[in-house]
């Protein structure tokens, strides 16, 4: 999982509303939060607490791209039913693993692979500022926003 300080790793997936790239956001904050699976409860919470604060991330010239290994057309599916506004990257599996977010869980005593439910805040000049590793949903969208706010 890249730390605070090191460059972020580059990016290029497609998204249900374009192809998303870290490059496209130079000059910019971004926050990439990575989430286990669309429609699924905690996050459809997520995806709506991070919405629901899109003005305030746009005030602070910061986009937010969520981020899961579900196709285009599900994300189509899942911004639709939420009203969700903010972008959501379809990963083909390069970028949870480049992020340390594809990892081994474990569910009633059955291991399997699946996305660890973090956050990377990415400053303006391409590096990683703050992580947040195994989200807890409430309160995290508000979390990472003041994070945007303080960050120059």
């Known amino acids: 999982m890249p730390t605070p300080g090191t460059a972020a790793p580059a990016f290029t997936m497609d998204g249900d509303t374009g192809?998303?790239?870290l490059g496209e956001f130079a000059g910019k904050k971004l926050v990439l939060y990575f989430y286990p699976k669309d429609?699924?409860?905690?996050?459809?919470?997520?995806?709506?607490a991070f919405s629901a604060l899109k003005a305030d991330f746009d005030a602070a010239d910061t986009v937010v791209v969520g981020v899961s290994r579900d196709s285009v057309a599900s994300h189509a599916k899942f911004r639709a039913k939420h009203d969700l506004t903010v972008l959501?990257?379809?990963?083909?599996?390069?970028v949870t693993e480049a992020y340390g977010t594809w990892v081994e869980k474990s569910m009633y005593g059955k291991k399997y692979m699946g996305i660890e439910r973090a956050t990377f805040l990415i400053g303006s000049d391409g590096k990683i500022a703050e992580v947040w590793g195994k989200v807890k949903v409430p309160g995290h969208a508000e979390a990472v926003l003041a994070a945007a706010q303080a960050l120059a």
Do not use: A, Q, V, Y
């Open 88 to 94: 959501l990257g379809s990963d083909p599996g390069d």
């Open 19 to 21: 192809p998303i790239s």
């Open 39 to 48: 429609d699924t409860p905690g996050c459809t919470n997520e995806g709506k």
